[in-house]
């Protein structure tokens, strides 16, 4: 390609030789890099040759084919991220970034976090990233607005899944004494949520109950969250939880602590004066 027609189209996101030459003069067909959200053509192969300036139409029937694809990705995409999800409140599918109240400095800096994190699973970054501090702060609305953002900016062709770590231990606890509902917990969603291109794991230590100086995880629990934790070392995962990472490390142990923690190096958010907008909403 012509060095000056490459620079000039550069800033619109780049030309690149279509799969075959113009029919008319036999000179290569370029076409745009990027593409139109719904996917389509941002316009049909065009000849550069300005004695023959051929240009293919992107017809309607492939636009209907193309739209007829994305919402079948998007449908699979969706019931996907159900079936792999273990929720207590479906309101939770409500929450984005636009719902978010931003009341302070703080709840500002870590939105924008947020939103950065979602950019970078986007793109293919495999991060951990943890979302701490009191209860009510946003953190639950937070992860559950990344992960429709992650959704949206990748046409649905990143599978995600939310957990409710303490719904989790109470369902696989459940589930001990049913053989049926055991293959399904145990077998298929815990399969699931290992696989996951990315995963929320919300309100970690919620199980303990009021957090003490003593209090630990029982063996089974850090045994379930190690098995977790060390599935997803390599794949995107955020973390919510009130515990600081001293009570961490103390309930769950240094093992299970270094997985959470690896790949956070700045991205650990930290709500420390937010006040608990469920009691004083905004």
């Keep these: 390609m012509d060095k000056k027609l490459s620079a000039m189209a550069a800033p619109y ?40 300036g051929y240009r293919e139409m992107v017809t309607k029937n492939q636009k209907e084919a193309i739209k007829k694809a994305n919402e079948a990705r998007k449908k699979d995409a969706i019931n996907r991220m159900l079936n792999s999800s273990m929720i207590t409140d479906d ?20 939105k924008a976090m947020a939103q950065e994190w979602a950019k970078k699973i986007v793109n293919g970054s495999t991060i951990h990233a943890v979302i701490t501090g009191r209860t009510g702060a946003g953190k639950t609305h937070l992860g559950a607005a990344v992960i429709k953002e992650v959704m949206r900016a990748s ?72 098995s977790l934790t060390e599935a997803r070392l390599n794949k995107a995962t955020i973390f919510t939880t009130n515990l600081s990472s001293k009570q961490l490390k103390h309930a769950y142990g240094e093992r299970v602590f270094s997985r959470v923690m690896n790949g956070t190096k700045g991205n650990i958010a930290v709500f420390k004066t937010t006040t608990d ?3 004083n909403p905004v």
């Design 13 to 52: 996101g780049g030309l690149k030789t279509a799969d075959h030459n113009c029919p008319k003069c036999g000179d290569p067909l370029y076409i745009w890099k990027t593409k139109n959200k719904d996917g389509t053509d941002r316009c049909g192969p065009t000849c550069i040759n300005k004695l023959c």
């Design 91 to 110: 309101a939770i599918w409500a929450f984005d970034f636009d719902g978010y109240k931003v009341v302070d400095q703080e709840t500002a800096q870590i």
């Design 155 to 226: 046409n649905f062709k990143i599978a995600c899944s939310f957990i409710s770590y303490r719904e989790l231990l109470e369902q696989l606890k459940f589930a001990m004494n049913d053989p049926e509902a055991r293959k399904a917990v145990t077998g298929s969603l815990m399969a699931e949520i290992k696989k996951s291109d990315f995963v929320v794991i919300d309100d970690l230590g919620a199980e303990l109950g009021r957090m003490e100086e003593n209090n630990q995880a029982t063996p089974y629990d850090v045994d379930v969250l190690t």
């Design 277 to 279: 907008k469920r009691r």
